[in-house]
């Protein structure tokens, strides 16, 4: 079903009037306002499933990869910078990607990435050889973060300019199950192997190519709902990004691009170590820190599109960031403070990961939408991919840096103490910026404490036709 064509002439309405009246008559003539949306949506979701999964097996496994490969904190905490170096400029490069080849194909080529590099690791893991699975890491991050652009442009295809937060928090809260699974499922398989690596490493390639089927799934469903919205507005008449544009990018916007770098770093420093905190401070088993850690993303999964469906309909959204954000912070300093192991597990960890569950859960929900309201319609892709480069950046400097905090303290707490304090001042200078940004937004026109608008979903489209989005943050 095509829907009907844009007048474009030289005595039409301004471009701005043409699109909103282009809208009106799209949802009158386009599948993806039906029902069938939801059916899009379930199969993105599980898109990035077998992704999260795979991407937090170190973190489950940490204390026995740490003994099987003889490895320290910081060659540990490797396995997740050598996954977001690259991801410093390839999202730029993958929403390229998805300019020229379109976003269905681009959603296999990902996925293939994906696969190649969990073979490799699981490869790695059987023979024990550390180097071959960070080369599977790097391999897997190439695809890792451009699906996530994948992904997210094609949430915007289908729910563009009306439950956009929702759908992104739904996409989050699927794939964090993904996370939660992983955490459950791969300390209990290794045992299942009687101590062996390959087999989480092995779990995690089936769920890629599991989700590899669900994107396929996903491209054929858009192909037969495609309207070809942009061939019909016309490529001519999208903006296009000039170096020059960057200075139209307003304060508020860096702001919210340093507050992501900082609390998004305390959360996976943390989080990326988590296991191994839960076994050497507070008497875990790995097994058992397996059983609790799931606590976080099931977090994710109920309260992400609660908090998504609350700030497209009252705003308030930076209100919602400090609120978690001071919740984060106190969670940190507990966590230094909290006495160590006795004769069992210390189960005063359980509200500790309730807090770092609720804080990642409304800061997901509630910052990346944050980006489209801040930015001119034609730089939305644009400041994506620029918040994206600096986020991978500061993820692959966090955990180089807390791993040499570790290794240099192991005589405090098995060297967590000083770790949580670093992790404090992490959120601390978050909060100030969060601050910032509240008093910065009544500068300009409290855009973020207001619901979204009509207005709002033009630069959805711009999210859309730009192809970037958000990363893993989400």
Request: neutral net charge.
């Amino acid at each position: 079903m095509n829907p009907p064509e844009l007048d474009i002439s030289k005595d039409s309405p301004p471009f701005a009037d043409k699109l909103d009246a282009y809208f009106l008559k799209v949802e009158k003539a386009n599948l993806r306002n039906t029902n069938l949306r939801w059916l899009a949506l379930v199969l993105a979701c599980f898109y990035s499933f077998g992704c999260y999964f795979c991407f937090d097996i170190p973190q489950a496994l940490q204390a026995v990869l740490s003994k099987d490969l003889s490895i320290t904190s910081f060659q540990f905490n490797l396995l997740y910078t050598v996954y977001s170096l690259p991801n410093i400029i390839l999202p730029f490069f993958g929403g390229v990607l998805i300019d020229r080849m379109g976003v269905r194909i681009s959603l296999s080529l990902f996925s293939l990435f994906l696969i190649l590099g969990q073979l490799v690791s699981t490869f790695g893991a059987a023979k024990d050889d550390f180097i071959l699975i960070l080369i599977g890491r790097i391999i897997f991050g190439i695809g890792g973060e451009s699906l996530n652009v994948a992904q997210s442009v094609i949430i915007a295809n289908w729910f563009m300019g009306k439950e956009f937060a929702f759908a992104l928090g739904a996409t989050t809260c699927i794939s964090r199950i993904g996370s939660s699974v992983n955490s459950f499922l791969s300390p209990k398989a290794y045992y299942w192997a009687d101590g062996r690596l390959y087999l989480p490493f092995a779990i995690g390639a089936i769920l890629c190519i599991f989700s590899g089927v669900c994107g396929l799934g996903l491209a054929y469903l858009d192909r037969k709902c495609d309207s070809e919205l942009e061939e019909e507005i016309g490529e001519e008449q999208m903006e296009k990004f000039n170096v020059k544009d960057l200075k139209e990018f307003k304060l508020i916007f860096y702001l919210l691009l340093v507050n992501c770098c900082f609390l998004y770093g305390a959360f996976y420093g943390l989080n990326n170590n988590l296991n191994d905190l839960m076994v050497q401070r507070f008497g875990f088993s790995p097994q058992g820190a397996g059983n609790y850690i799931p606590i976080i993303y099931i977090c994710a999964t109920i309260i992400t599109p609660l908090f998504g469906i609350f700030s497209d309909r009252f705003g308030k959204r930076v209100h919602i960031v400090l609120c978690g954000s001071i919740l984060f912070f106190i969670t940190h300093l507990v966590t230094a403070f909290l006495p160590q192991k006795g004769p069992g597990p210390n189960y005063y960890t359980v509200p500790i990961l309730l807090g770092v569950g609720v804080f990642h859960a409304t800061y997901a929900a509630v910052f990346w939408p944050c980006i489209p309201l801040v930015v001119n319609e034609n730089l939305v892709g644009t400041a994506y991919g620029i918040v994206t480069a600096f986020y991978n950046l500061t993820l692959s400097m966090v955990p180089m840096l807390i791993g040499s905090i570790h290794d240099a303290t192991l005589n405090k707490d098995h060297g967590y103490f000083w770790t949580q304090i670093a992790l404090a001042g992490f959120t601390g200078i978050g909060i100030g910026f969060t601050v910032w940004i509240f008093f910065e937004d009544k500068k300009t026109g409290r855009k973020l404490a207001k619901p979204i608008s009509a207005q709002d979903k033009h630069n959805i489209l711009r999210l859309k036709t730009r192809s970037f989005g958000p990363m893993r943050g989400m």
